[in-house]
């Protein structure tokens, strides 16, 4: 994936964590066990998607940082 698909997923997976905190609210004022227990599964995975895409990020980051620089010290020569 590009960087820049990988910061709008991101963004989208973070929007939507947001967007479902007054859901479970709602859900746990109305006393709904089975859909507020379901939407918690679901933060949780969106939680740990957007964990795996800053990991990704930083991993292309970090490959984007070491080809440049082997660019450089071969210049440099």
Same mark, same amino acid.
């Not at 960087?3 to 709008?8: C, P, T």
């Not at 109305?30 to 859909?35: A, E, K, M, V, Y």
């Not at 795996?52 to 930083?58: F, G, I, K, R, T």
């Given at each position: ?6 910061? +709008?997923?991101? +963004? ?8 479902? +905190? ?6 746990? +004022? ?48």
């Amino acid at each position: 994936m590009k960087r820049g698909k990988v910061k +709008i997923a991101g +963004i989208t997976m973070y929007c939507l964590l947001m967007l479902s +905190i007054p859901l479970l609210l709602y859900f746990e +004022i109305q006393d709904w066990l089975l859909p507020g227990t379901i939407l918690v599964v679901v933060m949780f995975a969106l939680g740990m998607g957007m964990l795996w895409l800053s990991d990704y990020e930083d991993e292309q980051a970090a490959k984007a940082k070491h080809k440049h620089s082997a660019r450089m010290r071969s210049m440099d020569r």
